[in-house]
T-cell receptor, first 108, second 116 residues
Framework: LAKTTQPISMDSYEGQEVNITCSHN???????ITWYQQFPSQGPRFIIQ???TKVTNEVASLFIPADRKSSTLSLPRVSLSDTAVYYC?????????FGTGTRLKVLA | GAVVSQHPSWVICKSGTSVKIECRSL??????MFWYRQFPKQSLMLMAT?????????EQGVEKDKFLINHASLTLSTLTVTSAHPEDSSFYIC????????????FGPGTRLLVL
């Protein structure tokens, strides 16, 4: 199982783009990369999933370099409501291991 | 995305009693469901995995006789905390997936358990 490393916390201001990078040096060939968002006292919410290059949906983009040893979640123009913990998960959905996540605080 | 519900959203019980938490997939068939526990300021920890109609597989350190899991249908799984004690107070979250290893897990809103 690939272990992930993320910054423990980040601060940003409203309207800025936020990039959260996750390191996963031991990612396996078949592993996908999945990001979740969690608000206090709520279950995690799926944000985006990708395998390589770039994936974009209505809320975020996911950038994955060719070696796939890291990935970057990009949140465009964050608002106060984006304050949450963001988790990067790599591998088989049957064996998700949640790391510490990145605690993003958006400031006014 | 797919929707998962949990009931109750919070529960307070006396030490020694049992508590049942329901997890339902509302718009998809969850062939596999997962139960997690999360203590304050900590990350989610997987407790067990269950497939419909099969016995649950528990993670190391999780007492299967204390945390009874039933996955009777493709849309319902239950977690029963038997003889609950204050140290079992936590946030319990379920999730479900409908397909293979690359299928996304969809999480429920969680259940806050407080044992007095």
């Amino acid at each position: 199982l690939a272990k992930t490393t993320q910054p423990i916390s980040m601060d940003s201001y409203e309207g800025q783009e936020v990039n959260i990078t996750c390191s996963h040096n031991n990612i396996a060939t078949n592993d996908y990369i999945t990001w979740y968002q969690q608000f206090p006292s709520q279950g995690p919410r799926f944000i985006i999933q990708g395998y390589k290059t770039k994936v974009t949906n209505e809320v975020a983009s996911l950038f994955i370099p060719a070696d796939r040893k890291s990935s970057t979640l990009s949140l465009p123009r964050v608002s106060l409501s984006d304050t949450a913990v963001y988790y990067c998960l790599v591998g088989d959905t049957y064996k998700y291991i949640f790391g510490t996540g990145t605690r993003l605080k958006v400031l006014a | 995305g797919a929707v998962v519900s949990q009931h109750p959203s919070w529960v307070i019980c006396k030490s020694g009693t049992s508590v049942k938490i329901e997890c339902r997939s509302l718009d998809f068939q969850a062939t596999t469901m997962f139960w997690y526990r999360q203590f304050p300021k900590q990350s989610l920890m997987l407790m067990a995995t269950s497939n419909e109609g099969s016995k649950a597989t528990y993670e190391q350190g999780v007492e299967k006789d204390k945390f009874l899991i039933n996955h009777a249908s493709l849309t319902l799984s239950t977690l029963t905390v038997t003889s609950a004690h204050p140290e079992d107070s936590s946030f319990y979250i379920c999730s479900g997936t409908s397909g293979g290893p690359q299928e996304t897990q969809y999480f429920g809103p969680g259940t806050r358990l407080l044992v007095l």
